[in-house]
């Protein structure tokens, strides 16, 4: 087990996470740039060096109900890893392998709304499409006409 110390040096290597100091001498991470409601990447984490890291949006880690991992008895490496990929998975700029094949090499943006829900502008073959996760949703010939349509319902670029 890494000390509190070793814990809290790891946790603020992530430039990305914003510390809030809370009762009892604990510690939450936050990330402020999270596309869901979400935002303690690092939760409750003691100078007894328990603590959790949210993975509710991973499938390869045993979470508890609120999708929480206990980060205890983790080493230094295995912290560094869920941290990096909670943030991944909170992220704008996360994409699935479906997505990934969708956007392929051509051009992306992702635009967000208030209500954090995501659609990917991509020119695909000198037009522009919008996609709501894979959907298709609406295709513009300029990007002009595709950023105004976006704009018009609320979005904006993540």
Do not use: C
């Amino acid at each position: 087990m890494i000390t509190f110390e070793q814990k809290l040096a790891i946790i603020e290597s992530f430039p990305e996470l914003e510390r809030v100091n809370v009762s009892l001498g604990r510690v939450n991470y936050q990330f402020n740039e999270s596309i869901y409601e979400k935002k303690n990447v690092v939760y409750h984490l003691h100078p007894n060096g328990n603590g959790f890291v949210y993975a509710g949006k991973l499938t390869n880690y045993q979470t508890d109900q609120k999708g929480l991992v206990n980060i205890r008895d983790y080493s230094a490496e295995e912290l560094k890893q869920l941290i990096k990929e909670s943030i991944s998975s909170l992220s704008a700029n996360k994409k699935t392998v479906a997505e990934a094949a969708i956007i392929g090499e051509n051009q992306e943006e992702r635009w967000v709304n208030d209500a954090n829900e995501v659609l990917m502008l991509i020119l695909e073959e000198e037009v522009w499409n919008i996609y709501f996760g894979l959907n298709l949703e609406e295709t513009f010939d300029t990007l002009e006409e595709a950023e105004a349509f976006l704009m018009e319902e609320g979005f904006k670029r993540a």
